[in-house]
């Protein structure tokens, strides 16, 4: 009966949906109070109803009711709680209801948050989050229904997928989500300002909140899922360029340049159309991302669904949102002037050509997932596109865009001085040299990939610390005084220079785990050493273990230098017999400097304790998870900023000038 009731609380948000649609959009173009203040009560009605479909999911799951074919092909009995839960998004049809949850909760969000917005543009942006709902809850119960029973219902259930069954696949795909359906109120808020034919300050501030918000999440469920990827599938890597990789990849690249963009329209009021735009593709790319994980079209190891049908739904979704609203932006953007202005050498310009080259990134990654489809469409011919496409074309647009980013935080608004802000970045540029210097005396590089990425990483990262130091005039005037500037300083520049240095530490880890790791395969067996990196590594035993629903085959290793004991490694192969399915589950010895990463293959030799052993030495590969999570921190002080917890500010109206004479009554 739950059950039912949850999809019937689906069919009721679907009609509330339309409800939200009609209202936010018929009453904001006729300015009519009642039907604007009915799309803000179906916003909040319609994430309650979706909230009661998901919990209703998420208990047939709990209770293991394998009468509900969602249930019975993606969880089992002996399964633990977590993955039990776990398991309600760990498949299309639920992580589609998770998907809708998220962007209800947002459209309700936007009418709880957002009374500062006048009264029109609201109830629009409402009513374009209504129209998004009403596409995907249509989508959810016509093509992909998880409320589905099942007769006769089954004893058990065929288990979640192995792989899935992991502390980061539980937390990943929630974040993920979130950061995809985040774009969606920079969206909204774009179409409703092109049906308004106005874009101003006030509209970047209203909109920047969102999209660090979403930006943050999307960051965070990259970083989880990169790490997820690094220690679960036991190949010793955290990025492949995967279709679906590159899903999630798109709209943060996106999402970045749009939250730069709105910064000019913010402080310079111009750059209006370009933004409007950026909010639109930022969306557009999501979409793009969902479509590529659900249609089918492109194969990957995490991708959710292969129906062809359902993908076909997904690209007109696409097609009716993104053309629709690309549509209307030809229509209706010649009306948004900007009335600002800027030297080709400011600030400004070198926002605008951080746009550019982000955008061009963005396009690359698109072309690189596509094309393969694309050319197999047109000359039945498969191709695939791998890392060195990526490595050869984003290489020289990175440096490119470091130097511009560098460029742009020295720079002031509206007119600079070139030469200026290069003597700025004197001290940046010769810390630069000597680290690259530095990584040559010291490791050996020969790969000019490798010196390009430090030279990178290490810029970005002092150009940050520069930019702080330059600001609080240290050295300049006594260091109390420059300690009081800093700590006068707005969290939203704090929030920016800590994403920055995010940047540059993660560009350093990728740098250090892709082209200074250490790798060996070898054949051991207790009682055998091996070497890596300086360190010993000697094979301790192995035995079999039976636990929860899976039969786990762990290794014992000894890590050890100059024979001084340094740590315990105990990597495992999983045996899931529901599934029939085998997982390597790696070993990690994380520091700060370095990772030790071991893992255990298949038996090897007459021996049958014999086993092939990988062994990786992982340079600055914490520093990429690092970095990822500092520009996390970064995007939610930002978001803590005081102008954006109240908005836009509004004006008051200037009161009537005091009568004059003697009879003025005095001011008190």
């Known amino acids: 009966m739950i059950i039912e009731l949850g999809h019937f609380a689906l069919i009721l948000a679907l009609l509330v949906a339309g409800v939200q649609t009609l209202s936010g959009i018929v009453g904001g173009h006729r300015a009519d109070r009642t039907l604007m203040g009915v799309s803000g009560f179906a916003a909040y009605a319609q994430v309650t109803l979706v909230i009661l479909a998901f919990l209703a999911l998420m208990h047939a799951y709990l209770t293991s009711d394998f009468s509900v074919r969602n249930v019975f092909e993606n969880s089992h009995s002996m399964k633990p709680i977590i993955y039990k839960i776990a398991g309600v998004w760990g498949n299309h049809e639920g992580s589609l209801i998770l998907w809708i949850l998220i962007l209800a909760a947002l459209g309700a969000a936007v009418a709880a948050f ?16 209504g129209l998004i709902g009403v596409c995907f809850l249509a989508f959810a119960l016509f093509t992909s229904n998880a409320f589905l029973r099942m007769d006769p219902v089954p004893l058990d259930g065929t288990d979640l997928n192995p792989l899935l069954q992991d502390a980061g696949l539980a937390y990943h795909p929630p974040f993920l989500y979130l950061g995809y359906v985040g774009f969606s109120v920079a969206f909204s808020f774009a179409v409703a300002a092109l049906l308004e034919g106005r874009v101003d300050p006030a509209w970047a501030r209203w909109v920047r909140p969102w999209t660090l918000l979403a930006w943050a999440a999307l960051t965070l469920g990259i970083a989880m899922g990169s790490w997820w990827a690094y220690y679960e599938l036991g190949w010793g890597g955290y990025w492949f360029w995967d279709p679906v990789e590159n899903a999630s990849l798109m709209p943060w690249l996106a999402g970045t340049a ?28 999501s979409l793009l991302g969902t479509f590529v994980v659900r249609s089918g079209v492109l194969t990957s190891v995490h991708a959710f669904a292969n129906d062809p049908s359902r993908g076909a739904l997904l690209l007109a979704i696409t097609i009716l949102l993104s053309g629709g609203a690309f549509t209307l932006f030809a229509l209706r953007g010649s009306a948004m002037r900007s009335s600002g202005s800027f030297a080709s050498v400011s600030r400004e310009s070198a926002l605008v050509l951080n746009n550019v080259i982000l955008c061009v990134i963005t396009f690359t990654v698109v072309l690189g997932t596509f094309w393969p489809l694309f050319r197999e469409v047109v000359t039945g011919e498969r191709i695939t596109v791998g890392p060195p496409y990526y490595t050869i074309v984003t290489t020289p647009l990175m440096i490119l865009l470091a130097i511009i980013m560098a460029a742009g935080i020295f720079l002031p608004w509206k007119r600079g001085d070139a030469k200026k802000a290069a003597g700025r970045l004197k001290a940046a540029g010769v810390g630069t040299v000597v680290a690259v210097i530095a990584g040559l005396y010291f490791s050996g590089i020969h790969n000019i990939l490798a010196v390009v990425g430090l030279a990178i990483g290490v810029f970005v990262i002092l150009i940050t610390f520069t930019d702080v130091a330059d600001r609080a005039k240290l050295f300049r005037i006594p260091l109390k005084t420059s300690l009081a500037r800093m700590l006068g300083f707005p969290r939203a520049f704090w929030g920016g220079s800590m994403a920055h240095l995010g940047v540059g530490f993660a560009i350093l880890g990728m740098v250090g785990t892709s082209l200074w790791v250490t790798e060996k395969q070898v054949v051991m067996t207790p009682g055998e050493t091996a070497e890596i990196a300086g360190l010993d590594i000697t094979f301790e035993d192995i035995g079999v273990y039976r636990i929860a629903n899976y039969e786990s085959e762990m290794a014992t290793f000894t890590l050890s230098k100059n024979g001084r004991k340094i740590a315990t490694m105990t990597p495992e192969k999983r045996w899931y017999p529901v599934a029939q399915q085998t997982t390597v589950e790696a070993d990690i010895l994380p520091r700060w400097a370095h990772d030790i990463y071991v893992a255990i293959g298949d038996q090897r030799g007459e021996d049958p304790r014999s086993r092939v052993v990988r062994l990786y030495h992982h340079p600055l590969v914490m520093w990429l998870w690092g970095g990822g999570v500092l520009m996390v921190f970064g995007g939610l002080v930002s978001l803590s900023d005081r102008r954006y917890r109240i908005g836009a500010p509004t004006r008051k109206k200037a009161a009537p000038a005091a009568p004059a004479g003697p009879e003025a009554v005095p001011a008190e």
């Open 114 to 129: 957002g009374r500062r917005i006048p009264e029109t543009l609201r109830a629009r942006v409402l009513g374009v989050q």
């Open 258 to 285: 749009l939250l730069h963009s709105a910064i000019v329209v913010e402080k310079r009021d111009t750059l209006k159309l370009w933004t409007v735009l950026m909010a639109i593709i930022a969306f557009t790319t």
